[in-house]
């Protein structure tokens, strides 16, 4: 079930049992690709998706990320992404979301940030002037606070990993959700037995491609606050993240 008024766009799911984590709730790698799939709906909806921006060799791309859930959908439940445009200016689009469960009652909400890039140079492009982002700009609040700032990691523990077919995506880089399940990985089955993350924040600095070999790196000298990278072997970062935990009940 879709809908749609123009500047907030929203579309409900049902969260199947083969689709769930070990807990029985919607994985945050599944929210992710829910929270992509939803946005490009709506700008599907403007005419400025990809078979839009594909004519001129360009794309939109994910730069940052920031989920903040209270509680996760659970199996057989339906559950509902709604999403708007906060701001924008000539590199970034602010697209925010709210995740409410069947009753409408809210669960999280999203904070994203978009950029669109030239195919071939793989340069930003000024979307200042598209006319379709300053009409529809909408005064929808997201109460989450914005994505901290992510440095890099001075002392943690590695994990070598060479990136295969399967981590890309149509762009030939290293697909967003493949990045969250690897760093999602780097904690056992007990962390999420007994622990939830509560904010998530990733934020995609340098492409990575296929072939690739990288350590993942992890500072989990809080263990209610990792941070975490993904780095290549010149020292660079590719990704940083952090996940905020919460017991659960």
Request: negative net charge; hydrophobic residues 35%; glycine residues 4%.
């Amino acid at each position: 079930m879709c809908s749609n008024d123009k500047k907030v766009f929203s579309k409900t799911y049902y969260l199947a049992a083969g689709e769930c984590n070990p807990q029985g709730e919607l994985p945050l790698t599944l929210l992710m690709t829910r929270i992509i799939e939803v946005a490009t709906l709506h700008a599907n909806s403007w005419g400025v998706g990809y078979a839009r921006l594909i004519q001129e060799n360009q794309v939109w791309v994910l730069s940052r990320v920031t989920i903040e859930m209270t509680a996760y959908p659970r199996v057989n439940e339906n559950y509902r992404l709604t999403t708007w445009i906060e701001d924008y200016n000539r590199h970034f689009s602010q697209r925010n979301m709210r995740i409410d469960d069947a009753e409408g009652n809210p669960l999280g909400y999203v904070r994203t940030i978009w950029m669109v890039i030239n195919m071939n140079t793989r340069a930003s492009v000024d979307i200042s002037q598209l006319a379709y982002i300053r009409e529809n700009v909408s005064d929808l609040q997201c109460p989450i606070e914005p994505m901290s700032r992510l440095h890099p990691i001075q002392d943690g523990r590695a994990i070598d990993y060479t990136f295969g077919y399967m981590d890309c995506d149509f762009n030939r880089h290293v697909n967003t959700v493949r990045y969250l399940s690897h760093l999602m990985n780097l904690f056992d089955m007990e962390r999420y037995d007994h622990n939830f993350i509560s904010r998530m924040e990733i934020s995609f600095v340098k492409e990575t491609r296929y072939g690739e070999t990288a350590q993942f790196i992890i500072d989990d000298s809080d263990p209610m606050d990792t941070l975490m990278s993904v780095t290549d072997a010149d020292g660079n970062d590719h990704v940083r993240a952090r996940f905020h935990w919460r017991l659960r009940q």
